[in-house]
């Protein structure tokens, strides 16, 4: 009963770009598509921080740190959240999660980035 599927995660070095996916299968699209998604992102050691939400007429917005390098979107058809991360530094490097704004569903695993040599 996997409700969020996050994916894209990798290894890159300083300076490249990954593209992460989230589907979420169990959310109906009426209710898919009005939501407010968000990435939120934990480093080891660290609490998660939320990093960009896309409402559902699309208005996005960014922590400071990761604006003007990343770009949220979305795909109602596909019930698919992105997020393209470019510039990457290693400080970027954690485990990226999606979900609801409000965090009312259950986590996926996240996917794992890594950005160093």
């Known amino acids: 009963q996997v409700h969020l599927v996050e994916s894209g995660g990798g290894l890159v070095q300083p300076g490249g770009s990954l593209l992460l996916s989230c589907r979420a299968p169990?959310?109906?699209?009426?209710?898919?598509?009005?939501?407010?998604m968000a990435w939120y992102r934990q480093a080891p050691g660290s609490q998660r921080e939320l990093v960009a939400t896309?409402?559902?007429?699309?208005?996005?917005n960014y922590a400071e740190s990761v604006k003007g390098r990343f770009t949220i979107s979305r795909d109602n058809a596909r019930k698919t959240v992105y997020l393209s991360m470019n510039s990457l530094k290693p400080e970027d490097t954690a485990v990226y999660y999606c979900?609801?704004?409000?965090?009312?569903?259950?986590w996926g695993q996240g996917t794992q980035v890594t950005v160093g040599q």
């Open positions: 979900n609801r704004r409000t965090q009312e569903l259950p």
């Open positions: 169990r959310m109906i699209t009426s209710v898919f598509n009005p939501a407010t």
């Open positions: 896309i409402s559902g007429s699309r208005d996005t």
